[in-house]
């Protein structure tokens, strides 16, 4: 398996869920946020960082017990910005790109994420390596090369990482995943019945 790390973000307050949090919310019979933490470890021999709200917080507890390495991000209130910012500076030294991973797309598997770091090792003339919907549409994850650390560590509020993949212009590929999992996620109570609905669960 690739070495790349996996940062996984989850610090966010899920403010759409209305008191709930969305990744506490049981899939397979675990907290999203576990589910995600394992099947991120288990699709890379390297380093699993999971960004999240300082302590305490019940997603502390969830991933007890887990190999992975919480990052806590006391400014996690200012946005995904934050939470990027924060992960990239806790990367392991020498690493040579990083996948960032939204904690609330629960229809990702390891394979989809496996498929992704294999396309660094077959596009290594890329600087961005992005999952997409089988019919093209631009999702997560996204795999950013070592160059682009330091616009990551420079982000601010809830942009994300779209003006670092904007920059990256034609270095930027797209990696077809089945489905429309890159996109499926889920942020309010109606997104979450209707998931479920659709699942028989």
Same mark, same amino acid.
């Given at each position: 398996?690739?070495?790349?790390?996996?940062?996984?973000?989850?610090?966010?307050?899920?403010?759409?869920?209305?008191?709930?949090?969305?990744?506490?919310?049981?899939?397979?019979?675990?907290?999203?946020?576990?589910?995600?933490?394992?099947? =991120?470890?288990?699709?890379?021999?390297? &380093? %699993?960082? /999971?960004? $999240?709200?300082?302590? #305490?917080?019940? +997603?502390?507890?969830? *991933?007890?017990?887990?190999?992975?390495?919480?990052?806590?991000?006391?400014?996690?209130?200012?946005?995904?910005?934050?939470?990027?910012?924060?992960?990239?500076? =806790?990367?392991?030294?020498?690493?040579? &790109? %990083?996948? /960032?991973? $939204?904690?609330?797309? #629960?229809?990702? +598997?390891?394979?989809? *994420?496996?498929?992704?770091?294999?396309?660094?090792?077959?596009?290594?003339?890329?600087?961005?390596?992005?999952?997409?919907?089988?019919?093209?549409?631009?999702?997560?994850?996204?795999?950013?090369?070592? &160059?682009?650390?330091?616009? $990551?560590?420079?982000?601010?509020?809830?942009?994300?990482?779209?003006?670092?993949?904007?920059?990256?212009?034609?270095?930027?590929?797209?990696?077809?995943?089945?489905?429309?999992?890159?996109?499926?996620?889920?942020?309010?109570?109606?997104?979450?019945?209707?998931?479920? &609905?659709?699942?028989?669960?």
């Amino acid at each position: 398996m690739s070495d790349i790390p996996i940062l996984l973000l989850a610090a966010g307050a899920s403010n759409r869920m209305r008191g709930r949090d969305k990744l506490m919310e049981e899939v397979d019979g675990q907290p999203l946020v576990a589910r995600m933490a394992r099947m =991120a470890r288990a699709a890379t021999d390297g &380093a %699993v960082l /999971v960004t $999240l709200p300082p302590q #305490p917080h019940p +997603r502390h507890g969830a *991933l007890k017990g887990l190999d992975i390495v919480p990052v806590e991000v006391p400014e996690a209130a200012e946005g995904m910005g934050a939470s990027i910012r924060t992960g990239i500076g =806790a990367l392991p030294e020498g690493a040579r &790109a %990083v996948m /960032v991973l $939204l904690a609330d797309l #629960p229809d990702l +598997r390891a394979a989809d *994420l496996r498929t992704v770091l294999q396309a660094v090792k077959d596009r290594p003339d890329m600087q961005v390596w992005r999952g997409a919907t089988e019919d093209g549409r631009a999702g997560h994850p996204i795999v950013f090369a070592a &160059a682009l650390f330091p616009d $990551l560590a420079a982000l601010a509020g809830d942009e994300g990482g779209r003006s670092v993949v904007a920059a990256a212009g034609d270095r930027m590929c797209l990696v077809p995943l089945p489905g429309q999992q890159a996109l499926a996620d889920l942020d309010t109570p109606e997104a979450w019945a209707a998931w479920r &609905a659709a699942r028989g669960k």
